[in-house]
């Protein structure tokens, strides 16, 4: 039923893929969905094809369920997307370490705020997979741009969202490494810093 996302590492039945997608149908969401997961899966694959995970059965739940639960301008967004995980593990895939997958996604709260010495190898590169879309060609980031604002359309008014997007990513790009691996920043630091700047002009 899910062809476009085969194959994996770890086999998923139909009634599982059918829960995440209603997850992330509800509420419908213009970036953080379903083709958000399908992206971030092919950053996994590419991973797989290159560095190696050293878990890959956590990385590829933490990967599917990181935004399961999103509503915009919610603190507790990955927290609770953490919780399904376990309920859905704990259901169809008892045999994974559902404590490391929900750390996984709790990692996300944090992008933005972590050094390479604090994540393992694992973290490190899944946390990249995740803000991939940063370094993406031209139109594919201001497409990722455009979805963010548009989850937060009538949730903060537009010239507060505006200032604070505009903080968020001055703030990426004046780290001194945007991705904590460095598969991901020897392939797309050099594109990220440029789309974040040109993001950061139009802001103005």
Known sequence: MW???????VHVPDAQWHALADAYATPPRAYHNFD???????????????SGWRDPASVLFAVLYHDAIYEPGRSDNESRSAGL?????????????????????ELTARHGGLSPADVDHDEALFLDC??????????????????IAADYRGV??????????????????????????DFFHARLDAQARINLRRAVTEKR
């Not at 992206?39 to 590419?46: H, I, T």
Request: charged share 30%.
């Open 3 to 9: 062809p476009d996302l085969e194959p994996l590492p």
């Open 36 to 50: 958000h997961v399908r992206e971030v899966l092919r950053q996994f694959r590419a991973v797989a094809d290159g």
């Open 85 to 105: 995980a376990r309920e859905h593990l704990a259901c169809w895939q008892p045999q994974v370490d559902a404590d490391r997958v929900a750390h996984l996604i």
């Open 130 to 147: 995740d803000m991939a879309i940063l370094g993406a060609e031209p139109t594919a980031f201001a497409a990722y741009d455009r979805g």
């Open 156 to 181: 903060v008014p537009p010239w507060m969202y505006r200032l604070n997007r505009r903080r968020f990513l001055k703030g990426l790009l004046a780290r001194e490494r945007l991705y904590l691996s």
